[in-house]
């Protein structure tokens, strides 16, 4: 009957559950929103995504009576499935921002991960899991990655290991999944773990189904490092919405004509090279420093569109700064993040914008709350908020001759020098400011970062591969992930900046738009060089 392809979905409003819905819908079923707490009682299956906030979004369930519903709805083993926040609400209580309690139906504690271990935090990635008994929905995944992105976590323990279906091992053992009966809860985000996610969210949906494609073999031990595929994307002099690369950030081709480089359609592109097995996939708009981005409804249909067949992490930056139209309505960066996260990014990530506000948390020593770097992770968590770097090597001969932080490089600049300092720029590179991407990387950590994107203005484009004295530089200063990235040419650039450096994830952009080597090949060398990826 058509009530069995029902699923009521609980959204408290507190942010992006675009990509479950989608991921819901794409495996055929209907979505019923919860309004009242009678929903949740007359729910056949219920999905309960949590984003947010753990504090806020107890404060909503209690408001709304939806607590207790969920409570005897859980004790009633009635057929449930949260996700992230949507499992750590069930424990008692979550160290963030608190105590504070929580639905307490499992005994424990959610705290926050130790990053004094030299794991970084947030736990952003693809890690494995230890399944640890019949989990009824995780069959088959116990030798797959799933994508993670989380700072908290809730710890086994003898009164919680019934529940247990799962755990993961990120300097700590946390609990992966958990299941009693027909009550399921992931710690990870199968809507965004590509083909195994699916198939996770499959066996949950239609439990009876034999139809479910099995995830071949996998040989998954920990925290893989990442790939991703960077678009960058704006409108050409047609205004059409185009994926374009520049050389050293010029995007113009070298003719008379001098028109912008149109390497392919944006959501095409992502789609091929979610198919082609990219772990992430970043949208550039690399003209949102001038253009205003809501004013850009393409961009944010390029979004909706790719958000509906890719099930792997979605990035997008550009021009998330406030903004006064030419009507005179002002927009605050956060309305503007908050857009981009409705039509169906997990990640915003912010440039310019960044580079203001570090300099003047450097220059107050004042942290104002007030940026759009902090506002948004306050609202949003820092692992949604990626800070991007476009830095410029400026070479000196003794680093006693700058008052900021200098690196001994590999190879000389043009007249010897055997120092350089990485000075960070705005607006695409066009204008450099006196801040160097070390000091910059710092001050957006302290101020709520969850992740850098690490570019490099003189390697881009030119496949020659990584700044590796940079991408050290910049690993070794923060405890947050770091994404390398800028002049990948060959597989062997991604094994070398692994090697030698911390990043936990290489973005590339022009060798996958040239057709020259596909992830594929990429992510085999890799596992041949004994690097753990997502095969
Ligand atoms: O300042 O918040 O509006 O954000 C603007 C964003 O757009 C920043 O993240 C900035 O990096 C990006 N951007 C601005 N102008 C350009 C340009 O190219 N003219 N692109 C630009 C940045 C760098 C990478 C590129 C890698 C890998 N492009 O995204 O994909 O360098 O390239 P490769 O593998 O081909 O070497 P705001």
Redo the contacts with the bound molecule.
Sequence with gaps: SSGDSVVTLLDYGAGNVRSVRNAIRFLGFEIKDVQTPQDILNARQLVFPGVGAFAAAMEVLSKTGMDEALCSYIEKDRPFLGICLGLQLLFESSEENGPVKGLGLIPGTVGRFDSSNGFRVPHIGWNALQITKDSGILDDVGNHHVYFVHSYRAMPSDDNNEWISSTCDYGDKFIASIRRGNVHAVQFHPEKSGDVGLSILRRFLNPKSNMTKKPGEGKALKLAKRVIA?L?VRANDNGDLVVT??DQ?D?REHTKENEVRNLGKPVDLAGQYYKDGADEVSF?N?T??RDFPLGDLPMLQVLRYTSENVFVPLTV????RDFTDSTGRYYSSLEVASEYFRSGADKI?????AVYAAEEYLRTGVKTGKTSLEQISRVYGNQAVVV?I?PRRVYVKDPNDVQLKTVRVSNPGPNGEEYAWYQCT????REGRQIGAYELAKAVEELGAGEILL?CID???QGKGFDVDLIKLISDAVSIPVIA????GAPAHFSEVFNKTNASAA?????FHRKEVPIQSVKEHLLKEGIEVRI
């Design positions: 960077c960058d690369k520049g950030y995007v550039l690399i949102g420093f930056g550009g021009g998330i990530s912010i440039g310019s914008d991007s476009d705005v607006n695409g590179g570019n390697c881009d484009g990235s800028s002049g990948a973005l590339a952009a022009g060798i």
